[in-house]
T-cell receptor
Framework: EAQVTQNPRYLITVTGKKLTVTCSQN?????MSWYRQDPGLGLRQIYY???????DKGDVPEGYKVSRKEKRNFPLILESPSPNQTSLYFC????????????FGSGTQLSVL | DQQVKQNSPSLSVQEGRISILNCDYT??????FLWYKKYPAEGPTFLIS?????DKNEDGRFTVFLNKSAKHLSLHIVPSQPGDSAVYFC?????????FGTGTSLTVIP
């Protein structure tokens, strides 16, 4: 089944404790990206990657890191999480751009205490 | 600053009637416009899109209209069905980046 898989689904952590949210797709997609969803702000793009070893900042990259060492994986790293990073995170992928059809994962609800 | 705006947080429509969801944007450089539907506890799913060089795109019960002079996008659902009840996000593309609106929660009343 074609899908984007995010893990974990829920995560509660404390300020400053490094964490990684994994994202994997099985569709051989070149484009992958991360978003956060906050009430009243919609979905905002954090980082995106056009292909292996090619990443770029989105609208709200501060406090986040990403890597794209393999085509299928695009982990989101929070080196020192803070409470303002409490949010619902989505990973998405697309075959290529400007193909606009993004496939989204089911989301990761992160709470930073 | 929000470049894509959905000013109606919610909308209720009777089953069988038309649902019209609206979206405004500020940047005339956007290439594509898209609508996504989101159910609770799931990721958004693609619904329909339109290129900036067109003014209408239709797919079954869903039609998207683009008014570039007004920087306005709308999604029409006809006829509306209870299964259409979800949050709808409009989005715009510029280069390799996506910009999403805040979402409109649609409730279709049986």
């Amino acid at each position: 089944e074609a899908q984007v898989t995010q893990n974990p689904r829920y995560l509660i952590t404390v300020t400053g404790k490094k964490l990684t949210v994994t994202c994997s797709q099985n569709m051989n997609h070149e484009y992958m990206s991360w978003y956060r969803q906050d009430p009243g702000l919609g979905l905002r793009q954090i980082y995106y990657s056009m292909n292996v070893e090619v990443t770029d900042k989105g609208d709200v990259p501060e406090g986040y890191k990403v890597s794209r060492k393999e085509k299928r994986n695009f982990p989101l790293i929070l080196e020192s999480p803070s409470p303002n990073q409490t949010s619902l995170y989505f990973c998405a992928s697309s075959l290529t751009l400007p193909s606009e059809k993004l496939f989204f994962g089911s989301g990761t609800q992160l709470s930073v205490l | 600053d929000q470049q894509v705006k959905q000013n109606s947080p919610s909308l209720s429509v009777q089953e069988g009637r038309i649902s019209i969801l609206n979206c405004d944007y500020t940047n005339s450089m956007f290439d594509y416009f898209l609508w996504y539907k989101k159910y609770p506890a799931e990721g958004p799913t693609f619904l329909i899109s339109i290129s900036s060089i067109k003014d209408k795109n239709e797919d079954g019960r869903f039609t998207v209209f683009l008014n570039k002079s007004a920087k306005h996008l709308s999604l029409h659902i006809v006829p509306s069905q209870p299964g259409d009840s979800a949050v709808y996000f409009c989005a715009a593309m510029m280069g390799n980046q996506f910009y999403f609106g805040t979402g409109t929660s649609l409730t279709v009343i049986p």
